[in-house]
């Protein structure tokens, strides 16, 4: 049976549901507000299998029908960037100068090396500056380090490279830009830093997340391997094991719950 503290945490989640429907003034037709509230626990039991039968509402098999989708047509429909070239082999000097916002940046063993395999000064702080654009835009999920073939190896969350928002990488009047050589230092000997220096060896140890999906896999079972795995976002690999971008629960949630909501108008 589902533990009454989940039930009661999703059914919460089910007003504030409501709540930010009523706030963007969103048109749900005839479904009632039960129905919304109650969602978000209906998902749970479907998805994770603890009923094999739910036929409240009609959603047992319209829950067939969404949780079908691919996972990789799922995250290209929430903006995560699948095969973009940005993202996937991104020219950081100029993301660093227009500071764009990212969900995720992938990085090889070269990135950010000079041809005798040390690390390059410049480069250090142009991909610094690109990651803290992104985290601070809020979008930023991940640095995702794949190998020579393109295949991931691993992946970090944003959480990893927090410390870099304090580095003064930027000018502001009441904090001032440290020299070029005083902020590729400090960006060295930060986590940032040990992943840039040692990508391929960082992504490989405990600390790096190595969960990943096919790109024809339905959304549902992504879904159970990332809560079997207890991890919030998945690698998605191609046809040739190839990285080509990320998901994460919550968008599959997401994606879900308004495909439900959609189906039940």
Known sequence: MIDIGIALALILSGFVLVWISQK??????????????????????????????????????????????????????????????????????????????????????????????????????????????????GRFLALVVVNDEGKPVGFFLREHFLEILRIPLVAYKTQPLVSAVEASRQIATSELGLVLDNPIIQAQLNEAGHVSVKWDDNIESAYKEMLDKNVSLAMITDRLGRFDGIVTRSVIEGRIIEKLLAASK
């Open 24 to 137: 963007a003034k969103l048109d749900f037709g005839d479904i009632s507000k039960a129905a919304i509230i109650l969602l978000p626990l209906v998902l749970y039991l479907l998805i994770t299998g603890k009923v094999s039968e739910f036929e409240g509402l009609g959603w047992k098999a319209k829950f067939r029908e969404v949780t079908a989708e691919s996972v990789v047509k799922t995250a290209r429909a929430s903006d995560l960037m699948i095969s973009s070239p940005e993202a996937n082999k991104p020219n950081f000097y100029t993301e660093a100068l227009w500071q764009q916002c990212r969900p995720y940046y992938v990085l090889t063993e070269k990135t950010a090396k000079t041809t005798t395999g040390n690390l390059d000064s410049e480069a250090v702080i142009h991909i610094a500056i690109a990651i803290r654009s992104s985290i601070i835009c």
